[in-house]
């Protein structure tokens, strides 16, 4: 798993801008089942690997955001459930629950969000330090283990890549891999909000205004770097910093630079991601373990690539909430096959259960994808799929929000912080509470919303009782959790 790799940087998804080439998670897809329709349940790094990791929404695992919330560890989750099965469980790289990991018989983590460079990490509770790229550090201790591990028993692995989380910091080998490439920009980059509510005027998450020129354009370099290591560096982004700095850019022209420098970054460090899951690949096939080994490769959650001018994730709109999932396993799935079914990351804790053919616990609310494998969806397979965001107010003022999708229409509530009410007249009593509803078949972008138009009168109706129906089967309280909303400090 990368940390906030968007679908829309994985070339096997086709994205128009073709940003990159990814051969070996490509490789995977050819191989497996690439699935377009991967929905996660809040779209923020720690609460959605705690779903991922229990099978639960965050109001059922107690991890809403990044800021004030601890993993609790003697919680039911998946590597437990395999630990008891016979399974050797490890976890290797980004980590960011605040609390050790359970369940696995070997952990090595990044503390917090880790660092690209000469990183330190905590092995089985003791600190440790590596020197070298984060992202080659984490696949090098992978294999390792694997190398290592009890061939008579069966394992779960999970390598969780740091790469290619802000502040995008690629190894230094690919600084120049695209050659200063010019990237065609995003028909939304310079969004106006118009025909949207208070929540995206009120953002701050613009690579405008937001995204820092110094640390996220790489005007300053790297603290960690040896003196080796800084010297390249500084070979590659030097002279075209002072290049910049001499053109002295500013509006439109300033930010179309700091969106090229961005995708640089953004894109170089998913190209170390690429590799070393080559490497992986490579050791699979190696030896002979790809024939009986399910291999999944997913993100965190998506990530905006300068759409409506942003980066970061968090909204329940498509950059954001879906996420790259694809999945190979020799024999079941048929190479080259594609899903659009509303998956999600929170599916992966049923389906590894019911690969190791063990009973799914009553608490997990969501559900295995084996069939899915075989392409028999089941006919009571969800339609609808259930979002919900809570960290506000934050360092990018994103409002809490839930809301549903569908293969078609996405509907959001933005709220305050209170109790909910299904009752429409309330809710439009509450100030600064809205709904908006986007239909992605003539508004693929989002970029106005239809909500209260005659037109969409009964979508809309539905589609409010749906979400209030899927609240009451996933057992959302009436009042959220206070320790659900406050600021965070770190991205």
């Known amino acids: 798993m990368a940390d906030d790799h968007a679908w829309q940087a994985v070339s096997a998804y086709g994205e128009s801008r073709h940003l990159i080439q990814t051969p070996n998670i490509d490789r995977?897809?050819?191989?497996?089942?690439?699935?377009?329709?991967?929905?996660?349940?809040?779209?923020?790094?720690?609460?959605?690997?705690?779903?991922?990791?229990?099978?639960?929404?965050?109001?059922?695992?107690?991890f809403y955001n990044n800021y004030n919330c601890r993993f609790d560890g003697s919680q039911i989750t998946l590597p437990k459930l395999l630990q008891k099965a016979g399974y050797q469980t490890a976890i290797i790289g980004k980590w960011h629950l605040e609390t050790d990991p359970t369940g696995f018989d070997h952990w090595e983590i990044l503390p917090e969000q880790g660092i690209y460079y000469n990183p330190p990490m905590i092995r089985d509770g003791q600190k440790v330090k590596h020197t070298g790229y984060v992202t080659d550090i984490?696949?090098?201790?992978?294999?390792d283990w694997l190398k290592q591990r009890d061939t008579n028993k069966p394992f779960m692995l999970l390598c969780w890549q740091k790469a290619p989380h802000r502040i995008w910091e690629p190894a230094l080998r690919d600084l120049d891999f695209d050659h200063d490439r010019v990237y065609p920009l995003p028909d939304s980059l310079f969004d106006d909000y118009s025909g949207r509510g208070l929540a995206e005027h009120d953002q701050s998450m613009t690579i405008a205004n937001t995204m820092r020129v110094n640390e996220d354009n790489k005007l300053?370099?790297?603290?960690?770097?040896?003196?080796?290591?800084?010297?390249?560096?500084?070979?590659?982004?030097?002279?075209?910093?002072?290049?910049?700095?001499?053109?002295?850019?500013?509006?439109?022209?300033?930010?179309?630079?700091?969106?090229?420098?961005?995708?640089?970054?953004?894109?170089?460090?998913?190209?170390?991601?690429?590799?070393?899951?080559?490497?992986?690949?490579?050791?699979?096939?190696?030896?002979?373990?790809?024939?009986?080994?399910?291999?999944?490769?997913?993100?965190?959650?998506?990530?905006?690539?300068?759409?409506?001018?942003?980066?970061?994730?968090?909204?329940?709109?498509?950059?954001?909430?879906?996420?790259?999932?694809?999945?190979?396993?020799?024999?079941?799935?048929?190479?080259?096959?594609?899903?659009?079914?509303?998956?999600?990351?929170?599916?992966?804790?049923?389906?590894?259960?019911?690969?190791?053919?063990?009973?799914?616990?009553?608490?997990?609310?969501?559900?295995?994808?084996?069939?899915?494998?075989?392409?028999?969806?089941?006919?009571?397979?969800?339609?609808?799929f259930y979002y919900h965001y809570y960290e506000y107010p934050a360092d990018h003022n994103v409002r809490p929000h839930y809301g549903v999708i569908t293969d078609r229409y996405t509907l959001a509530h933005f709220y305050k912080p209170t109790a909910y009410n299904p009752d429409q007249a309330a809710i439009a009593a509450i100030p600064n509470d809205y709904w908006e509803l986007f239909d992605?078949?003539?508004?693929?972008?989002?970029?106005?919303?239809?909500?209260?138009?005659?037109?969409?009168a009964a979508v809309q109706t539905n589609l409010i009782q749906e979400v209030f129906r899927l609240r009451?089967?996933?057992?959302?309280?009436?009042?959220?959790?206070?320790?659900?909303f406050g600021r965070a400090t770190e991205f």
């Open 440 to 456: 992605h078949e003539k508004d693929a972008g989002e970029m106005h919303s239809v909500f209260g138009d005659p037109a969409y």
């Open 220 to 384: 300053t370099t790297p603290k960690d770097l040896t003196p080796e290591q800084k010297k390249i560096w500084d070979n590659y982004y030097v002279p075209r910093n002072e290049a910049f700095l001499q053109k002295k850019l500013n509006g439109r022209a300033l930010t179309e630079w700091k969106y090229n420098r961005f995708m640089h970054d953004y894109l170089g460090c998913i190209r170390g991601v690429d590799d070393n899951v080559g490497r992986i690949l490579k050791y699979l096939n190696d030896t002979g373990l790809a024939t009986n080994t399910i291999v999944i490769y997913s993100s965190d959650q998506g990530f905006f690539l300068g759409e409506h001018g942003w980066f970061d994730k968090r909204w329940i709109f498509q950059e954001s909430a879906r996420t790259p999932l694809i999945i190979r396993w020799p024999g079941v799935i048929q190479a080259g096959s594609t899903n659009k079914d509303l998956v999600s990351n929170m599916d992966l804790a049923e389906t590894f259960l019911e690969a190791a053919g063990q009973a799914i616990p009553e608490r997990m609310q969501g559900r295995s994808l084996r069939p899915i494998f075989n392409g028999a969806t089941p006919t009571d397979w969800r339609t609808a």
């Open 138 to 143: 984490i696949t090098d201790l992978s294999l």
């Open 472 to 484: 009451a089967e996933l057992k959302e309280p009436a009042q959220d959790d206070p320790k659900a």
């Open 28 to 62: 995977l897809a050819q191989e497996g089942m690439r699935f377009d329709r991967c929905l996660v349940v809040n779209s923020l790094c720690g609460p959605s690997r705690a779903s991922m990791l229990t099978g639960t929404y965050s109001h059922i695992n107690g």
